[in-house]
């Protein structure tokens, strides 16, 4: 039973446009999320994460939501580059256990030129 | 820094073969972790170790053992291979708590 859920395993958008990555999770204890983003032949990156207390957090063109009454959170990249065409992973936690992440299956962004 | 490095890059096994995967970091972390990695599955964790001379289970530990001798490495073994055990694994290393996890680039393992 996958606690972490994206249920799109690929997206594909135009250069410029924005990208919505969606994610849910079942396990309502959960206080801690986190976006990976993952090239081929490397490991994830950290790149955005985001705590129950807040609904937002926004990096640069990376902006985390959080609905915890849905258990949804999403990525949205604005714009969406090239570059950004990767493997995007979300995890979860608890910030008071043993520190282990729950990770989603993963969803291949593709950014069209 | 070269980070968190993982030995070897690829490597084919025969079923019930043994081998050890290796795991070394150079930022002084505290907490190490194993992954692996499945089509459609995301990354289950193996075990991880809170520091030297420390190891724990994760979602997924049978099958295999670790070991943390010293701080900077961390050693997954597989004592007997299986072909259910063909995959990618990563390991990660991080100052512990909420803080980000490091990636090692990975090793693809096929057992045969």
């Known amino acids: 039973d996958q606690q972490v859920k994206q249920n799109s395993p690929s997206l594909s958008v135009q250069e410029g446009r924005i990208s919505i990555l969606n994610c849910d999770y079942t396990n309502s204890m959960f206080d801690y999320f986190l976006w990976y983003k993952k090239y081929p032949a490397e490991g994830p990156t950290f790149l955005i994460s985001?705590?129950?207390?807040?609904d937002k957090n926004e990096d640069g063109r990376f902006t985390v939501f959080l609905n915890k009454s849905a258990k949804h959170l999403s990525l949205h990249i604005v714009p969406s580059q090239p570059g950004d065409s990767a493997v995007y992973f979300c995890?979860?936690?608890?910030?008071?256990?043993?520190?282990?992440?729950?990770f989603g299956s993963g969803t291949q962004l593709t950014v069209l030129p | 820094n070269a980070g968190v490095t993982q030995t070897p890059k690829f490597r084919v096994l025969k079923t019930g073969q043994s081998m050890t995967l290796l795991c070394a970091q150079d930022?002084?972390?505290?907490?190490m972790y194993w992954y692996r990695q499945d089509p459609g599955m995301g990354l289950r964790l193996i075990h991880y170790?809170?520091?030297?001379?420390?190891?724990a289970k994760g979602e997924v530990p049978d099958g295999y053992n670790v070991s943390r001798l010293k701080k900077q490495n961390f050693l997954l073994g597989l004592e007997s291979a299986a072909p259910s055990q063909t995959s990618v694994y990563f390991c990660?290393?991080?100052?512990?708590?909420?803080?980000?996890?490091?990636f090692g680039p990975g090793t693809r393992l096929t057992v045969l």
């Open positions: 170790s809170v520091g030297e001379g420390t190891t």
């Open positions: 930022m002084n972390h505290e907490y």
């Open positions: 990660a290393s991080n100052k512990g708590g909420l803080d980000t996890q490091y």
């Open positions: 985001i705590s129950s207390i807040k």
């Open positions: 995890a979860a936690g608890l910030s008071g256990s043993a520190r282990q992440l729950t």
